[in-house]
Protein backbone atom coordinates (compact mmCIF):
# COMPACT_ATOMS: atom_id res chain seq x y z
CA UNK A 1 0.00 0.00 0.00
CA UNK A 2 1.51 3.24 -0.68
CA UNK A 3 -0.17 5.23 1.59
CA UNK A 4 -2.63 4.70 4.16
CA UNK A 5 -5.31 6.89 2.38
CA UNK A 6 -4.79 4.50 -0.95
CA UNK A 7 -7.15 2.73 -3.18
CA UNK A 8 -6.00 -0.88 -1.38
CA UNK A 9 -7.51 1.05 1.55
CA UNK A 10 -10.74 1.65 0.29
CA UNK A 11 -11.38 -1.83 -0.90
CA UNK A 12 -10.98 -3.29 2.41
CA UNK A 13 -12.55 0.04 4.30
CA UNK A 14 -15.42 -1.23 2.01
CA UNK A 15 -15.24 -4.81 3.48
CA UNK A 16 -14.82 -3.37 7.29
CA UNK A 17 -18.20 -1.33 6.82
CA UNK A 18 -20.04 -4.13 5.30
CA UNK A 19 -19.14 -6.19 8.50
CA UNK A 20 -20.22 -3.49 11.00
CA UNK A 21 -22.84 -3.69 9.31
CA UNK A 22 -23.47 -7.47 9.87
CA UNK A 23 -22.76 -6.61 13.52
CA UNK A 24 -25.37 -4.32 13.86
CA UNK A 25 -27.82 -6.51 12.26
CA UNK A 26 -26.93 -9.36 14.66
CA UNK A 27 -26.93 -7.42 17.29
CA UNK A 28 -28.99 -4.55 17.24
CA UNK A 29 -28.25 -1.28 19.23
CA UNK A 30 -25.48 -3.33 20.76
CA UNK A 31 -22.50 -1.93 18.64
CA UNK A 32 -20.43 1.65 19.23
CA UNK A 33 -18.14 2.44 16.57
CA UNK A 34 -15.30 4.83 17.31
CA UNK A 35 -15.08 7.05 14.76
CA UNK A 36 -17.15 8.82 11.68
CA UNK A 37 -18.95 6.16 10.13
CA UNK A 38 -20.94 8.87 7.73
CA UNK A 39 -17.25 10.16 6.76
CA UNK A 40 -16.10 6.75 6.19
CA UNK A 41 -18.87 6.33 3.85
CA UNK A 42 -18.63 9.21 2.31
CA UNK A 43 -15.28 9.00 0.94
CA UNK A 44 -15.57 5.77 -0.27
CA UNK A 45 -18.36 6.81 -2.05
CA UNK A 46 -16.15 9.62 -3.89
CA UNK A 47 -13.37 7.07 -4.69
CA UNK A 48 -15.78 4.36 -6.48
CA UNK A 49 -17.06 7.80 -7.95
CA UNK A 50 -14.31 9.37 -8.78
CA UNK A 51 -11.60 7.66 -11.03
CA UNK A 52 -8.12 8.36 -12.65
CA UNK A 53 -6.95 8.27 -16.15
CA UNK A 54 -7.04 5.07 -16.23
CA UNK A 55 -10.37 3.64 -14.93
CA UNK A 56 -8.92 3.09 -11.33
CA UNK A 57 -10.74 4.79 -8.04
CA UNK A 58 -8.79 7.44 -7.13
CA UNK A 59 -7.07 7.99 -3.73
CA UNK A 60 -9.43 9.51 -0.99
CA UNK A 61 -9.08 13.19 0.04
CA UNK A 62 -7.84 11.69 3.41
CA UNK A 63 -5.81 10.33 5.79
CA UNK A 64 -8.85 7.72 7.62
CA UNK A 65 -8.49 6.36 11.03
CA UNK A 66 -8.61 2.67 11.77
CA UNK A 67 -11.83 1.66 12.56
CA UNK A 68 -12.29 0.52 15.66
CA UNK A 69 -15.51 -0.05 18.31
CA UNK A 70 -16.82 -1.96 21.15
CA UNK A 71 -20.04 -4.64 21.01
CA UNK A 72 -21.95 -5.69 23.40
CA UNK A 73 -23.05 -8.99 23.91
CA UNK A 74 -26.42 -10.39 25.19
CA UNK A 75 -25.82 -12.10 28.74
CA UNK A 76 -25.76 -14.57 30.44
CA UNK A 77 -23.11 -13.69 31.74
CA UNK A 78 -24.04 -10.08 31.91
CA UNK A 79 -21.25 -7.13 31.04
CA UNK A 80 -19.96 -9.29 27.75
CA UNK A 81 -18.15 -6.76 25.48
CA UNK A 82 -15.59 -7.23 22.54
CA UNK A 83 -13.72 -4.05 21.70
CA UNK A 84 -11.59 -4.79 18.07
CA UNK A 85 -9.38 -2.50 16.16
CA UNK A 86 -8.77 -3.28 11.89
CA UNK A 87 -5.61 -2.87 10.71
CA UNK A 88 -6.11 -0.57 7.76
CA UNK A 89 -5.25 -3.89 4.98
CA UNK A 90 -7.61 -6.01 7.20
CA UNK A 91 -9.12 -8.36 5.98
CA UNK A 92 -6.53 -8.46 3.19
CA UNK A 93 -4.70 -11.48 2.44
CA UNK A 94 -1.46 -10.03 3.56
CA UNK A 95 -3.06 -8.43 6.53
CA UNK A 96 -2.26 -8.59 10.28
CA UNK A 97 -5.08 -10.16 12.39
CA UNK A 98 -7.66 -7.50 14.05
CA UNK A 99 -6.88 -6.76 17.51
CA UNK A 100 -9.64 -7.82 20.13
CA UNK A 101 -10.01 -7.55 23.49
CA UNK A 102 -13.64 -9.49 25.15
CA UNK A 103 -14.34 -8.43 28.88
CA UNK A 104 -16.79 -9.63 30.81
CA UNK A 105 -17.54 -7.32 34.65
CA UNK A 106 -18.93 -10.84 35.78
CA UNK A 107 -16.30 -12.98 35.55
CA UNK A 108 -13.70 -12.04 37.93
CA UNK A 109 -11.43 -14.95 37.51
CA UNK A 110 -8.02 -14.92 35.02
CA UNK A 111 -8.87 -18.32 34.00
CA UNK A 112 -12.49 -17.12 32.81
CA UNK A 113 -10.76 -14.15 30.94
CA UNK A 114 -8.02 -16.35 29.49
CA UNK A 115 -10.56 -18.51 28.34
CA UNK A 116 -12.36 -15.96 26.13
CA UNK A 117 -9.19 -14.50 25.03
CA UNK A 118 -8.48 -18.23 23.59
CA UNK A 119 -11.69 -18.11 22.24
CA UNK A 120 -11.48 -15.25 20.20
CA UNK A 121 -8.09 -15.87 19.01
CA UNK A 122 -9.23 -19.23 18.00
CA UNK A 123 -11.75 -17.92 16.10
CA UNK A 124 -9.21 -15.69 14.14
CA UNK A 125 -7.10 -18.09 13.57
CA UNK A 126 -9.70 -20.63 11.81
CA UNK A 127 -11.30 -17.90 9.76
CA UNK A 128 -7.42 -17.16 8.09
CA UNK A 129 -6.82 -14.55 5.92
CA UNK A 130 -8.30 -12.62 3.51
CA UNK A 131 -11.74 -13.50 5.78
CA UNK A 132 -14.07 -10.92 7.81
CA UNK A 133 -13.95 -12.17 11.34
CA UNK A 134 -15.67 -10.75 13.84
CA UNK A 135 -18.85 -12.30 13.58
CA UNK A 136 -17.14 -15.55 14.03
CA UNK A 137 -15.12 -14.07 16.67
CA UNK A 138 -18.28 -12.51 18.78
CA UNK A 139 -20.42 -15.97 18.33
CA UNK A 140 -16.87 -17.83 19.90
CA UNK A 141 -16.59 -15.62 22.43
CA UNK A 142 -20.24 -15.38 23.23
CA UNK A 143 -20.54 -19.10 23.13
CA UNK A 144 -17.53 -19.69 25.03
CA UNK A 145 -18.55 -17.00 28.29
CA UNK A 146 -22.01 -19.17 28.54
CA UNK A 147 -20.23 -22.70 28.37
CA UNK A 148 -17.96 -21.37 31.58
CA UNK A 149 -18.88 -22.73 34.94
CA UNK A 150 -21.20 -20.92 37.63
CA UNK A 151 -18.47 -20.50 40.06
CA UNK A 152 -16.42 -18.38 37.36
CA UNK A 153 -19.50 -15.86 37.46
CA UNK A 154 -19.18 -13.03 40.19
CA UNK A 155 -22.39 -13.18 42.02
CA UNK A 156 -22.06 -17.01 42.91
CA UNK A 157 -19.32 -16.57 46.03
CA UNK A 158 -20.98 -13.08 46.66
CA UNK A 159 -18.35 -10.57 45.43
CA UNK A 160 -16.92 -10.05 42.17
CA UNK A 161 -13.53 -8.94 43.34
CA UNK A 162 -12.89 -12.37 44.54
CA UNK A 163 -11.65 -15.43 42.77
CA UNK A 164 -13.92 -18.28 43.40
CA UNK A 165 -11.82 -21.13 45.28
CA UNK A 166 -11.41 -24.27 42.82
CA UNK A 167 -13.37 -27.18 43.97
CA UNK A 168 -11.43 -30.02 46.33
CA UNK A 169 -12.24 -33.72 45.92
CA UNK A 170 -11.37 -34.10 49.99
CA UNK A 171 -8.24 -36.28 50.15
CA UNK A 172 -5.56 -35.25 47.81
CA UNK A 173 -5.06 -36.87 44.75
CA UNK A 174 -3.22 -37.41 41.32
CA UNK A 175 -5.40 -37.33 38.38
CA UNK A 176 -4.84 -38.13 34.71
CA UNK A 177 -6.83 -38.39 31.81
CA UNK A 178 -6.33 -39.54 28.31
CA UNK A 179 -7.90 -37.06 25.73
CA UNK A 180 -9.26 -38.07 22.12
CA UNK A 181 -9.57 -35.30 19.25
CA UNK A 182 -10.34 -35.19 15.63
CA UNK A 183 -7.45 -33.59 15.19
CA UNK A 184 -5.30 -31.04 16.44
CA UNK A 185 -4.21 -28.92 13.90
CA UNK A 186 -4.44 -25.38 15.40
CA UNK A 187 -1.69 -23.24 16.62
CA UNK A 188 -3.29 -21.02 18.90
CA UNK A 189 -4.72 -24.64 20.40
CA UNK A 190 -1.34 -26.23 20.34
CA UNK A 191 0.22 -23.11 22.49
CA UNK A 192 -2.90 -22.92 24.82
CA UNK A 193 -2.54 -26.71 25.47
CA UNK A 194 1.58 -26.17 26.21
CA UNK A 195 0.96 -22.85 28.55
CA UNK A 196 -2.20 -23.88 30.37
CA UNK A 197 -0.20 -27.28 31.19
CA UNK A 198 2.55 -25.14 31.93
CA UNK A 199 0.47 -22.61 34.10
CA UNK A 200 -1.31 -26.17 36.39
CA UNK A 201 2.09 -28.00 36.38
CA UNK A 202 0.88 -30.73 34.43
CA UNK A 203 2.82 -33.81 32.99
CA UNK A 204 1.77 -35.61 29.75
CA UNK A 205 2.07 -35.85 26.23
CA UNK A 206 0.37 -34.01 23.29
CA UNK A 207 0.59 -35.62 20.06
CA UNK A 208 -0.88 -33.26 17.31
CA UNK A 209 -2.65 -33.65 13.49
CA UNK A 210 -5.46 -36.75 13.13
CA UNK A 211 -6.28 -38.18 15.37
CA UNK A 212 -4.81 -35.50 18.42
CA UNK A 213 -3.97 -37.48 21.59
CA UNK A 214 -3.46 -35.24 24.77
CA UNK A 215 -2.43 -37.75 28.20
CA UNK A 216 -2.24 -35.31 31.07
CA UNK A 217 -1.49 -36.13 34.65
CA UNK A 218 -0.96 -33.83 37.67
CA UNK A 219 -2.96 -32.80 41.07
CA UNK A 220 -6.51 -34.04 40.75
CA UNK A 221 -8.11 -30.17 41.03
CA UNK A 222 -5.35 -29.22 37.77
CA UNK A 223 -6.16 -32.12 35.89
CA UNK A 224 -10.07 -31.37 35.98
CA UNK A 225 -9.45 -27.27 35.60
CA UNK A 226 -7.29 -28.33 32.24
CA UNK A 227 -10.14 -30.70 30.82
CA UNK A 228 -12.94 -27.97 31.75
CA UNK A 229 -10.95 -25.11 29.68
CA UNK A 230 -10.80 -27.46 26.70
CA UNK A 231 -14.45 -27.96 26.87
CA UNK A 232 -14.28 -24.34 26.41
CA UNK A 233 -12.93 -24.30 22.89
CA UNK A 234 -14.22 -25.49 19.91
CA UNK A 235 -13.19 -29.31 18.38
CA UNK A 236 -14.92 -31.36 16.03
CA UNK A 237 -14.78 -34.00 18.51
CA UNK A 238 -12.96 -34.03 21.66
CA UNK A 239 -13.79 -37.31 24.57
CA UNK A 240 -12.48 -38.04 27.47
CA UNK A 241 -11.57 -42.23 26.92
CA UNK A 242 -9.81 -42.62 30.49
CA UNK A 243 -9.94 -41.31 33.62
CA UNK A 244 -7.99 -42.01 36.57
CA UNK A 245 -6.91 -40.94 40.26
CA UNK A 246 -5.06 -42.07 42.98
CA UNK A 247 -4.90 -40.83 46.75
CA UNK A 248 -1.72 -39.19 47.61
CA UNK A 249 -0.91 -41.37 50.82
CA UNK A 250 0.38 -38.79 53.84
CA UNK A 251 -1.13 -35.64 52.70
CA UNK A 252 -3.51 -33.72 53.83
CA UNK A 253 -4.33 -29.86 53.29
CA UNK A 254 -1.78 -27.26 51.90
CA UNK A 255 -0.18 -28.05 48.56
CA UNK A 256 -0.16 -31.22 47.45
CA UNK A 257 3.03 -32.89 46.15
CA UNK A 258 2.38 -35.69 43.51
CA UNK A 259 5.80 -35.92 42.22
CA UNK A 260 6.50 -39.59 43.21
CA UNK A 261 3.51 -41.06 42.03
CA UNK A 262 4.01 -39.05 37.65
CA UNK A 263 4.56 -41.83 35.31
CA UNK A 264 4.47 -39.46 32.81
CA UNK A 265 6.72 -36.96 31.09
CA UNK A 266 7.20 -33.47 32.55
CA UNK A 267 6.31 -31.17 33.49
CA UNK A 268 5.88 -29.45 31.47
CA UNK A 269 3.62 -31.32 28.71
CA UNK A 270 5.94 -33.01 25.84
CA UNK A 271 4.95 -32.30 22.04
CA UNK A 272 5.16 -34.58 19.76
CA UNK A 273 5.17 -34.57 15.88
CA UNK A 274 2.02 -35.38 13.99
CA UNK A 275 3.73 -38.96 13.06
CA UNK A 276 4.32 -39.49 17.14
CA UNK A 277 2.23 -42.36 17.75
CA UNK A 278 4.74 -44.69 17.91
CA UNK A 279 6.61 -42.62 20.13
CA UNK A 280 3.15 -41.86 22.65
CA UNK A 281 2.64 -45.74 22.55
CA UNK A 282 6.53 -46.12 23.81
CA UNK A 283 6.32 -43.24 26.40
CA UNK A 284 2.75 -45.07 27.42
CA UNK A 285 4.79 -48.93 28.11
CA UNK A 286 7.39 -47.09 29.88
CA UNK A 287 5.31 -45.69 32.38
CA UNK A 288 3.15 -48.97 32.52
CA UNK A 289 -0.04 -47.08 30.99
CA UNK A 290 -0.83 -49.47 28.25
CA UNK A 291 -3.96 -49.43 28.65
CA UNK A 292 -4.69 -45.90 28.82
CA UNK A 293 -2.56 -45.57 25.58
CA UNK A 294 -5.49 -48.17 24.14
CA UNK A 295 -8.09 -46.31 25.64
CA UNK A 296 -7.38 -43.51 23.48
CA UNK A 297 -7.17 -46.09 20.61
CA UNK A 298 -10.61 -47.40 21.55
CA UNK A 299 -8.99 -50.91 21.48
CA UNK A 300 -8.30 -53.50 24.00
CA UNK A 301 -5.13 -55.62 25.22
CA UNK A 302 -6.55 -59.12 22.73
CA UNK A 303 -6.84 -56.89 19.81
CA UNK A 304 -4.00 -55.11 20.65
CA UNK A 305 -2.14 -58.17 20.43
CA UNK A 306 -3.76 -59.31 17.33
CA UNK A 307 -2.24 -55.94 15.76
CA UNK A 308 -5.68 -54.94 15.37
CA UNK A 309 -6.09 -50.97 14.76
Known amino acids: MKRDGGREHMACLQRQLGELDALDAMYPDSLQVDGDVALWRSCLDRATEERDSSGAPRDPPVDLPAVS ?10 GLSLAFTLPRDYPGPDSAPPRVRATCVSLPSKSAHATLAAAAAEAI ?3 GPDVECLVAVAEAVLSAARALPAEDVAGHYGTS ?3 PPRASSGSPQLGRRVIWFHHIKSPTKKKLIKDWGRELGLSGVMK ?12 EDDVAEMVRRLRSLTWKAM ?8 DVPGQQGGSVDVSGLRKLPGPPLVALGEDGMSELSAICTEGQLQEMFLSAMKLDAASAGRGGR
Not at 69 to 78: A, F, I, K
Request: charged letters at 25%; glycine letters at 14%; a negative charge.
Open 69 to 78: GTLSLPGPPE
Open 161 to 163: NST
Open 239 to 246: QVRCEETE
Open 208 to 219: PGYPGVLLLEGR
Open 125 to 127: DEC
